[in-house]
């Protein structure tokens, strides 16, 4: 006994170290596994080097339609030429550090969630929220402090898409809370209303709420009243998106055990601060992967505003590629892969930041 | 597309009973100081952003002579994009000032939904376009064709009258949307692919060999794409309808936006008294200054010049001018007189 385990490392077989073992273990463990990974290597070898050939060694990356059909790939020229288009819209040149200003604004108030431990730190959080909506206005659309208006219509590209989500983000979650709380309410009028909006929200496409807040609506409105398409597009979205959410959070609502209630009742606590300091901090922990899904889905149907007339990310590389100077099939398939990658970075970054968030709040409550 | 009509309808029913809409446009405009225009989204030479973000266009261009001649500054425009289901609405309710996008001038709309039309900027159809390969010179000789069309839409129904009533058959290749039918038909799925001329020029750029296929000469429905104005401010409606003819007269007159000065001064009496020369009249008759038509011609040059800088043969597009000639050469553009 003691004479084998002594001897054990000499003895290690070639065959189980090394990367001809390693392939062999992982790969090749028997035929079925074996057939599998020749097809997937196939399949690898027949789509990456022409994706390759066509993303980076024939594109055109600089020069004019006629560049772009002659080299054959991507036409990374047309994403160049309308870059500043596709991040600011139609926002004046000379005024897109304001933009660049309110995208700081908003990575900011995102830092401040990675804070470690510091004093005050939920009211910091609460403020910086509440501080990023007024400082963005004021900032895109200006006509305060000396800055000059730029009317919702010149808004568009990137900074649309991302005024949509957090507007729809920042709006939805109080509402949703808001509608949650009132849905388990003991006061009938108060239920009944939170039922009635939940129920309605929810069983209506977006779609058709856009319609209704850029089609229908302003033949209600009193003559010579108008409001901001913009406005009504971002207050449809925020209803939207409160009914969907109320119904997570309900979800996390009905996981806190009744004890929770008690206790907090018991230790003299009224209605709002038991929810504030007891039940809700615990419920929408429960629920982050709910609402980073109900966050992604608001990034992705940022671009129903298409319909309605407002050129999001999406729709503005539309509004490019159809354009006469620059019609081409590569042209066409630059653009929509542009847009999708676009997209793909804002809702990545999303679901890795909520799994951040997970982790840093679940601790001693993993399972 | 039921809901479309049914809210289209419903719109129009309130734009018609209640809200009269205010008969004074042109002070609003002039208050404001710019104009409201509602244009298309994205529609290959005729309105679409520029490289540097500006709405440029065919129908833009349109916008910007009535800025010009309102406004003294063809620049002085706000584009507002809408989509098929927002355009009437959006002119109804006032958000908009005049629509210049691509919209066909139908009975419907000219009476039930409340709007009024300036003339046609363009006879648009629809026609057929085929492999260059198939050797067809005629719509004729497509008996049998397998032909690739948008399902449900008047594309369809005309391209089906068009069929019966010649005596001929076809196989009918529908798709919902129309990326999807010129995926079809650039995939060889069918031999013949249908829609309105304008369009079928845009797209043949879109396919992976634009060489390779060709359109028929037939036109086989009528579309005449005109601008509009809502109803009930017959001044307005004037201003938007004359600066038209004002383009158009102004090609078959010969001024264009660079020798306009020059036409200032000419011998031929109609010319000077359209441009707002000594004593002419134009001005007062339409409640504008004098110079309303040399603004509107010098900022965006004649009919034909727009034609030929957004959709002509020299552009991608290449449309022929065809029924957008003058009436001089053959075609539909007739200007009244500046009388």
């Known amino acids: 006994m003691t004479?084998?385990?002594?001897?054990?490392?000499?003895?290690?077989?070639?065959?189980?170290?090394?990367?001809?073992?390693?392939?062999?273990?992982?790969?090749?463990?028997?035929?079925?596994?074996?057939?599998?990974?020749?097809?997937?290597?196939?399949?690898?070898?027949?789509?990456?080097?022409?994706?390759?050939?066509?993303?980076?060694?024939?594109?055109?990356?600089?020069?004019?339609?006629?560049?772009?059909?002659?080299?054959?790939?991507?036409?990374?020229?047309?994403?160049?030429?309308?870059?500043?288009?596709f991040i600011y819209g139609f926002y004046p040149p000379e005024h897109r550090w304001r933009v660049d200003l309110s995208m700081l604004a908003l990575l900011a108030s995102i830092a401040v969630l990675?804070?470690?431990?510091?004093?005050?730190?939920?009211?910091?959080?609460?403020?910086?929220?509440?501080?990023?909506?007024?400082?963005?206005?004021?900032?895109?659309?200006?006509?305060?402090?000396?800055?000059?208006?730029?009317?919702?219509?010149?808004?568009?590209?990137?900074?649309?898409?991302?005024?949509?989500?957090?507007a729809g983000m920042l709006g939805a979650l109080p509402i949703g809370i808001l509608m949650?709380?009132?849905?388990?309410?003991?006061?009938?009028?108060?239920?009944i209303f939170c039922v009635t909006f939940i129920e309605l929200f929810r069983a209506v496409p977006l779609i058709t709420i856009l319609f209704m807040a850029s089609v229908m609506l302003p033949l209600f409105m009193p003559q010579g009243f108008t409001m901001d398409k913009l406005l009504r597009a971002l207050i449809g979205v925020a209803l939207f998106n409160g009914a969907l959410m109320a119904e997570v959070i309900r979800g996390g609502l009905q996981a806190i055990p009744r004890g929770q209630f008690e206790a907090a009742t018991a230790s003299g606590m009224g209605y709002w601060k038991m929810m504030t300091f007891i039940?809700?901090?615990?419920?929408?922990?429960?629920?982050?992967?709910?609402?980073?899904?109900?966050?992604?889905?608001?990034?992705?149907?940022?671009?129903?505003?298409?319909?309605?007339?407002?050129?999001?990310?999406?729709?503005?590389?539309?509004?490019?590629?159809?354009?006469?100077?620059?019609?081409?099939?590569?042209?066409?398939?630059?653009?929509?892969?542009?847009?999708?990658?676009?997209?793909?970075?804002?809702?990545?970054?999303?679901?890795?930041?909520?799994?951040?968030?997970?982790?840093?709040?679940?601790?001693?409550?993993?399972? | 597309m039921k809901l479309c009509t049914i809210l289209t309808s419903a719109a129009a029913l309130m734009a018609l009973s209640g809200a009269a809409v205010s008969a004074q446009t042109l002070e609003e405009?002039?208050?404001?100081?710019?104009?409201?225009?509602?244009?298309?989204?994205?529609?290959?030479?005729?309105?679409?952003?520029?490289?540097?973000?500006?709405?440029?266009?065919?129908?833009?261009?349109?916008?910007?002579?009535?800025?010009?001649?309102?406004?003294?500054?063809?620049?002085?425009?706000?584009?507002?994009?809408?989509?098929?289901?927002?355009?009437?609405?959006?002119?109804?309710?006032?958000?908009?000032?005049?629509?210049?996008?691509?919209?066909?001038?139908?009975?419907?709309?000219?009476?039930?939904?409340?709007?009024?039309?300036?003339?046609?900027?363009?006879?648009?159809?629809?026609?057929?376009?085929?492999?260059?390969?198939?050797?067809?010179?005629?719509?004729?000789?497509?008996?049998?064709?397998?032909?690739?069309?948008?399902?449900?839409?008047?594309?369809?129904?005309?391209?089906?009258?068009?069929?019966?009533?010649?005596?001929m058959t076809y196989n009918p290749v529908r798709f919902d949307r129309a990326d999807e039918v010129l995926a079809?038909?650039?995939?060889?799925?069918?031999?013949?692919?249908?829609?309105?001329?304008?369009?079928?020029?845009?797209?043949?750029?879109?396919?992976?060999?634009?060489?390779?296929?060709?359109?028929?000469?037939?036109?086989?429905?009528k579309e005449p794409l005109a601008p509009a104005v809502r109803h009930g401010d017959d001044q307005w409606f004037d201003i938007v309808t004359w600066t038209v003819y004002a383009l158009i007269e102004a090609e078959e007159f010969g001024i264009t936006q660079d020798n306009i000065d020059e036409m200032l001064a000419s011998e031929n009496p109609n010319i000077t008294r359209m441009l707002g020369g000594e004593g002419s009249p134009v001005g007062e008759w339409i409640g504008l200054d004098n110079q309303w038509v040399y603004r509107a011609i010098s900022s965006v040059g004649n009919y034909g010049e727009i034609f030929e800088r957004h959709v002509g043969p020299d552009t991608p597009l290449q449309i022929e001018r065809g029924m957008n000639a003058l009436h001089t050469d053959g075609g539909l553009q007739y200007a009244m007189p500046f009388k």
């Open chain 1, 3 to 85: 004479e084998t385990s002594r001897h054990l490392p000499l003895r290690t077989p070639g065959s189980v170290l090394g990367p001809a073992a390693w392939i062999r273990r992982n790969l090749f463990p028997d035929w079925r596994q074996g057939l599998l990974t020749l097809l997937v290597l196939w399949l690898l070898i027949r789509t990456i080097p022409p994706l390759i050939d066509w993303l980076f060694i024939d594109a055109a990356w600089t020069g004019d339609r006629d560049d772009c059909v002659a080299a054959g790939g991507a036409c990374w020229a047309f994403v160049g030429a309308r870059w500043g288009q």
């Open chain 1, 114 to 166: 990675f804070l470690p431990r510091v004093p005050n730190k939920g009211w910091i959080i609460t403020g910086s929220f509440i501080a990023l909506p007024v400082v963005t206005v004021v900032l895109l659309h200006g006509g305060m402090l000396g800055l000059e208006v730029v009317p919702t219509d010149r808004w568009g590209g990137f900074m649309l898409t991302l005024v949509v989500a957090v």
């Open chain 1, 180 to 191: 949650a709380l009132g849905r388990r309410s003991r006061m009938p009028a108060i239920r």
């Open chain 1, 279 to 367: 039940i809700l901090p615990q419920a929408l922990r429960t629920v982050i992967p709910g609402l980073v899904n109900t966050y992604v889905a608001i990034i992705k149907d940022t671009t129903l505003v298409l319909i309605i007339g407002l050129f999001d990310l999406l729709g503005i590389v539309q509004a490019g590629i159809s354009s006469s100077n620059w019609l081409a099939p590569s042209v066409t398939t630059t653009g929509y892969v542009f847009a999708g990658f676009g997209f793909w970075v804002l809702c990545f970054g999303l679901s890795r930041y909520s799994m951040h968030l997970e982790r840093k709040l679940n601790t001693g409550q993993k399972k």
């Open chain 2, 29 to 167: 405009v002039r208050e404001r100081g710019y104009l409201n225009c509602g244009v298309s989204p994205g529609v290959a030479g005729f309105s679409n952003p520029d490289d540097a973000g500006n709405w440029s266009g065919f129908d833009v261009e349109v916008c910007r002579a009535v800025a010009a001649a309102v406004l003294e500054d063809p620049d002085a425009v706000r584009y507002t994009p809408l989509s098929n289901t927002e355009r009437f609405t959006a002119l109804q309710s006032g958000e908009i000032d005049m629509l210049s996008r691509t919209t066909t001038r139908t009975l419907n709309r000219d009476t039930a939904l409340g709007l009024n039309f300036a003339p046609v900027m363009f006879y648009d159809g629809q026609g057929f376009m085929v492999r260059d390969s198939m050797d067809v010179d005629s719509v004729s000789q497509l008996n049998g064709a397998t032909v690739c069309v948008s399902a449900g839409s008047t594309t369809e129904l005309n391209l089906a009258d068009y069929f019966e009533a010649n005596g």
């Open chain 2, 184 to 221: 079809a038909y650039d995939a060889n799925r069918c031999d013949v692919y249908t829609s309105d001329r304008s369009g079928l020029a845009a797209r043949r750029l879109v396919m992976s060999d634009p060489s390779e296929h060709v359109m028929l000469p037939e036109t086989i429905s």
